[in-house]
């Protein structure tokens, strides 16, 4: 099975730069996403890691460590727009059916 | 990108009426659906995922009389909750995969229970 652990809350300023972070325990590897999701909304893909590295994508960016099992969604020039929850998932080994983290409620304020 | 339509976005049905909520692929067909159930402020848990031309497969702990999945076509899966009970209100939601490593959601169906 899976462990997937992010942080419950942060809280960031607006403009500012914002690093979530994930661990994941799993039987077998087939990538890690990220998304996210607004309150009462469904989620929306941000990214998917399945290499060790740094992965860009305007101003969000994953990092991917499988060695240490380890994640980071590195939000940059954060907008209020960017207050939700992000969701880190890791698929069960052998298929590519994502588990979800409880998520990280991400506040951001003026 | 791909495109799965959910219907209702929400429902309020009487305790122990049956709801049934449907996914439908717009522009792609689905052979596999899964589906998901959020309560507040916790993650999205798989229920169950269902197979076009097949039973459904269920997760551990979920009532596969009470949670019936039908998928006839590769464009059509729905989820009914039968017998609904105030403790069913939550947040369910469908998604379809598409290449390994991005999954297709519905808008999301909220049910409140009263």
């Known amino acids: 099975g899976q462990n997937i652990d992010q942080p419950t809350e942060m809280t960031a300023t607006e403009g500012a730069i914002v690093q979530i972070n994930c661990t994941y325990q799993t039987s077998g590897f087939n990538g890690l996403f990220w998304y996210q999701q607004h309150a009462g909304e469904a989620p929306t893909f941000l990214s998917y890691n399945v290499l060790d590295g740094l992965e860009e994508k305007g101003r969000f960016s994953s990092f991917l460590s499988r060695s240490k099992g380890y994640s980071y969604l590195l939000l940059k020039e954060l907008q209020m727009k960017d207050s939700a929850s992000y969701l880190c998932a890791v698929p069960s080994g052998g298929s590519y059916i994502p588990t979800f983290g409880r998520g990280t409620s991400l506040i951001v304020h003026p | 990108g791909a495109v799965v339509s959910q219907h209702p976005s929400w429902v309020i049905c009487k305790s122990g009426t049956s709801v049934k909520i449907e996914c439908r692929s717009l522009?792609?067909?689905?052979?596999?659906m899964f589906w998901y159930r959020q309560f507040p402020k916790q993650s999205l848990m798989l229920m169950a995922t269902?197979?076009?031309?097949?039973?459904?497969?269920?997760e551990q702990g979920v009532e596969k009389d009470k949670f019936l999945i039908n998928h006839a076509s590769l464009t059509l899966s729905t989820l009914t909750v039968t017998s609904a009970h105030p403790e069913d209100s939550s947040f369910y939601i469908c998604?379809?995969?598409?290449?390994?490593?991005?999954?297709?959601f519905g808008q999301g169906t909220r049910l409140t229970v009263v």
């Open positions: 998604s379809a995969p598409g290449v390994p490593g991005e999954a297709f």
């Open positions: 522009d792609f067909q689905a052979t596999t």
């Open positions: 269902s197979n076009e031309g097949s039973k459904a497969t269920y």
